[in-house]
């Protein structure tokens, strides 16, 4: 189950480097491009998703059995 979380966050990361640069007007060819709204938005999936990482990182970590 842990795998299933860091495959989320990694997939909330690049959601959310996409989407602000989609908002940035960078990454164009799409409605969401040139939307100050997911310039905003996007940054904030990826801390989430950053978070989450980190968070199943450690947690993996002490669960670990030392050898």
Do not use: E, Y
Not at 13 to 41: D, E, F, R
Request: charged content about 5%.
């Amino acid at each position: 189950m842990r795998w299933a979380w860091l495959i989320l966050g990694v997939l909330a990361i690049l959601v959310g480097i996409v989407w602000t640069l989609q908002g940035l007007n960078i990454l164009k060819g799409s409605g969401m491009s040139g939307n100050p709204m997911w310039a905003v938005i996007g940054p904030i999936l990826a801390i989430i998703g950053l978070a989450l990482v980190g968070f199943m990182t450690l947690a993996g970590r002490r669960r670990a059995p030392n050898t």
